[in-house]
């Protein structure tokens, strides 16, 4: 069982800044990413990171988010730069490993206000 713990979720306005992080319980081989689900609409990969740094985004997030990770504190982050009012939804942290299985964490609401 692995334990995922979300932070930094709130309110801000259209071009503005949010960074998201996510603690794991466990600090094995995984691939860590975010998903993010608005309102009527299917969840949907934001960006991930394997552990040894190979990252993938969104085309929607491409030049604007940046995912990181920090393999000794076990966490994973999103900064989000030039959020726009699409960015809206509640974005929840994954983690993945071979062996382990998928996990998700309880997910935190990212709202972009005009």
């Known amino acids: 069982q692995v334990q995922l713990v979300e932070s930094g979720g709130g309110l801000v306005q259209d071009g503005g800044s949010l960074r998201l992080s996510c603690a794991a319980s466990t600090s094995i081989f995984s691939i860590m990413g975010w998903y993010r689900q608005a309102p009527g609409k299917p969840r949907e990969l934001v960006a991930r990171?394997?552990?040894?740094?190979?990252?993938y985004y969104a085309d929607s997030v491409k030049g604007r988010f940046t995912i990181s990770r920090d393999n000794a504190k076990k966490s994973v982050y999103l900064q989000m730069n030039s959020l726009k009012l699409e960015d809206t939804a509640v974005y929840y942290c994954?983690?993945?490993?071979?062996?382990?299985?998928?996990?998700w964490g309880q997910g935190t609401q990212v709202t972009v206000s005009s």
């Open positions: 990171i394997t552990s040894s740094g190979t990252m």
């Open positions: 994954n983690f993945w490993a071979l062996g382990f299985g998928n996990y």
